[in-house]
């Protein structure tokens, strides 16, 4: 890994703002009276997850769970597992997982497909990036916030082997050798 990399700004604070108020916007439509669980997929999605759920003006309760890390962006997931678990019935509730970013898609399609098997009363994703030249598996996003260039992406929650998550722009990086 390069220490040279150097991070530009792809989509800043503000822009981010708008489109989280945009997503807020629609969630808020749709599940009014619904009583959801947000689920947040550990770590990347914390930043926006926080961002987003001030926003909404209904009650909804916030989970997170945290998958066996693989390196985002690997062609094979591996063994994609679940290292920590959810302590919300699922069975039943109406389930928005939320997530940093789709990049293969692996992630997000084994819990998808890993909560359908709960039983939720309905189930969809919001991401707020989508890297779909990238994909290997497909998934449906149901909330969208960007569609993103194939660069190394970060900040806002996303990182590069650890690195830039706490940048509060969307940036990519440029590996300088
Ligand atoms: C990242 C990201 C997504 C996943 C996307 O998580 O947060 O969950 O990779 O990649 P995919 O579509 O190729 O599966 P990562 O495993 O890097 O963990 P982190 O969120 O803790 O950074």
């Given at each position: ?76 997931p591996?063994?994609l ?23 293969t898609g692996h992630s997000?399609a084994f ?25 290997k598996v ?40």
């Open positions: 890994m390069s220490f040279q990399a150097k991070p530009r700004v792809l989509f800043s604070r503000q822009e981010i703002e708008a489109t989280v108020r945009k997503l807020a916007a629609e969630i808020s439509q749709d599940y009014q009276g619904k009583h959801p669980l947000l689920l947040g997929i550990l770590k990347g999605s914390f930043m926006f997850m926080a961002d987003l759920i001030r926003l909404l003006d209904f009650p909804l309760e916030v989970e997170f769970i945290s998958l066996s890390s693989y390196g985002r962006g690997r062609s094979t591996g063994e597992k679940v290292v920590q678990g959810l302590r919300s019935q699922i069975r039943g509730r109406d389930v928005l997982v939320v997530e940093d970013i789709v990049d997000a819990l998808l497909d890993y909560l359908r098997k709960k039983k939720p009363a309905s189930l969809k994703l919001c991401a707020l990036t989508d890297k779909p030249s990238r994909r497909p998934v449906t996003i149901d909330y969208l916030g960007f569609t993103v260039p194939d660069k190394f992406i970060v900040g806002y929650g996303i990182d590069w082997d650890e690195r830039f998550r706490y940048l509060p722009d969307i940036c990519f990086v440029e590996v300088e050798d």
